[in-house]
């Protein structure tokens, strides 16, 4: 296996696990824990599912990561000479960071929520009557969380699948000559 196909696979498959789980916990598994026997159970029964995830999702961003630095260091005088992949480079990166930084804060109110087992909740994400202040105040940002780094690594895959368009070798003519011509 090349270095490229290892990074290209590291890139992809970390990016598929990461926007895959992401949105699979906000469509059934925050749901799912309604579900529990009783409301002060919903919140375990969450936090459960997402602390078993966390670890997963930490491996599949960083190698995604790893796979992202990889593509760029094969692809440095493609990023340098062709015109229009310096600005995907640009986008994917900000693309990338914020997901991490959305990620990261969404890990941080989970933690929050998960140190408090046996609260009362409606959902996941979704505080109950009797939640306490704290961790319904994280709980109402963690239902917003849920949904922007889906969106935002969902993002990443278009503009990945451009990036990919963009190494074609039409395309790389195409990009080529109009950088020359300025």
């Known amino acids: 296996m090349s270095e490229h196909t290892l990074s290209r696979s590291l890139h992809d498959l970390g ?12 469509t059934a598994l925050n749901a799912a824990a309604a579900e529990a026997d009783s409301p002060s159970k919903v919140g375990a029964v969450a936090n459960v599912g997402w602390d ?3 670890p997963v999702n930490a491996a599949a961003i960083g190698a995604h ?6 593509m760029l260091s094969t692809d440095l005088g493609r990023v340098s000479t062709q015109r229009g992949v310096a600005r995907t480079v640009a986008l994917k990166t900000g693309l990338t960071v914020a997901a991490l930084g959305a990620t990261a804060y969404s890990r941080s109110l989970g933690q929050r929520v998960s ?14 009557a009797g939640t306490p ?3 319904a105040n994280a709980q109402r940002q ?4 849920q949904w922007v780094i889906p969106a935002l690594t969902g993002a990443l895959v278009v503009v990945s699948s451009h990036a990919g368009e963009q190494q074609r070798p ?12 300025g």
């Open 52 to 54: 078993r995830w966390t």
């Open 15 to 26: 990016l598929a696990a990461w926007f895959g789980g992401t949105l699979a916990n906000a």
């Open 115 to 128: 140190q408090q087992t046996e609260v009362p909740a409606a959902s996941g994400t979704e505080p109950a």
């Open 133 to 135: 202040k704290q961790v």
């Open 142 to 145: 963690l239902t917003v969380l």
């Open 170 to 181: 039409e395309n790389v003519l195409e990009g080529l000559l109009a950088r020359a011509r």
């Open 65 to 70: 990561v790893l796979g992202s630095i990889g």
